[in-house]
C-alpha cells in the first residue's frame, strides 16, 4: 500500500496552523530572540531520500538543545557502552543548567541532556575526533540526506 506522503504532510501543517499557538519565542537565547513567531515548517524524509514539506521548512534554523540527540549519538557509535562510564543516565530532578546535582554526585552529570552532561560529551568528542565538527556536521548529514548544511 503507497501513502500519499505529501497529502499527509500537508494534512498535519494544516492542522497544526489551525490550532491556537500558545508558544512564546524566547527573548533570552540570541540566536532565535528575533524569530518571527509565526515561523512554521513540517518535513518529512523517506527511507529513499524523498522530502515532502509544508511551511516554513526549507528555512534554516538553529537547533540549540536538538543537537544534544546527534551529539550524544555519534559519542555513543564510538565508545558504545564504555560512554556512561562518564556521564550517567538517570534523570537529573533540577534545572538542565544547574551544578548542584553534579557536585553531589562527584561530576559525573546525571544525564547527557541536561547542560553538564552535554559538556562531558562534547569533551569526549574532542578527545576521540580530529576535527570534531566536521565529523559532527557530516554525522548530521548523512542522518538527514542534507549535503548543504
Known sequence: MQ???????????????????????????????????????????????????EGDFE????????????????AYEHLGEKLW?????????????????????NGIPRNPFINAGAIVICDILLEISKNPKEEMLNFIRNLSYEKNI
Open 59 to 74: 528555512e534554516k534554523f538553529s537547533i540549540q538543545s536538538i543537537s544534544k540527540v546527534f551529539v550524544l549519538t555519534l
Open 85 to 105: 562510564e562518564r556521564v550517567d543516565v538517570e534523570p537529573a530532578g533540577n534545572a538542565f543548567n544547574s551544578l548542584l546535582q553534579l557536585e553531589a554526585d
Open 3 to 53: 501513502k500519499n506522503y505529501a497529502q499527509i504532510i500537508s494534512n498535519i501543517y494544516k492542522e497544526i496552523l489551525s490550532k491556537e499557538n500558545l508558544g512564546k519565542v524566547p527573548d533570552y537565547i540570541p540566536e532565535i530572540a528575533n524569530i518571527s513567531e509565526n515561523k512554521f515548517g513540517v518535513c518529512f524524509s523517506d527511507l529513499l531520500g524523498n522530502s515532502f514539506g
